[in-house]
Nanobody, 126 residues
Framework: QVPLVESGGGSVQAGGSLRLSCAAS????????MGWFRQAPGKEREGVAA???????RYADFVKGRFTISKDNAKNSLYLQMNSLKTEDTAIYYC????????????????????WGQGTQVTVSS
């Protein structure tokens, strides 16, 4: 397992920006796929963005052009830059990692990623 610790959540007004960070205890250069997911109250968890070992990124349609996923292998960290935030982006955001190379690396709900952080709250107010 890969312990993951998120940080950077908080409260922001609509139109604002936040940057989430995720610290991994393993070399991120060795992790096949890492991603960000979110879960809003009363809703299922959904994928937001993913990045593979080579740096290829994929996004859910609802964040394209607003969110950017990146990683810094020197710091073993994953990031999510969120711009133009909307009230509907309010959720708990989770960092996840997956070593199973059978599945393509994208922010998929199933099969689920293998390792998860505890989550960080993002609240966007109007």
């Amino acid at each position: 397992q890969v312990p993951l610790v998120e940080s950077g959540g908080g409260s922001v007004q609509a139109g604002g920006s936040l940057r989430l960070s995720c610290a991994a205890s393993e070399f991120t250069s060795n992790i096949y796929c890492m991603g960000w997911f979110r879960q809003a109250p009363g809703k299922e968890r959904e994928g937001v963005a993913a990045i593979d070992r080579d740096g290829t990124t994929r996004y859910a349609d609802f964040v394209k052009g607003r969110f950017t996923i990146s990683k810094d292998n020197a710091k073993n960290s994953l990031y999510l830059q969120m711009n133009s935030l909307k009230t509907e982006d309010t959720a708990i955001y989770y960092c996840a990692a997956d070593h199973d190379t059978v599945w393509p690396c994208y922010p998929r709900s199933r099969p689920a990623f293998g390792d998860w952080g505890q989550g960080t709250q993002v609240t966007v107010s109007s």
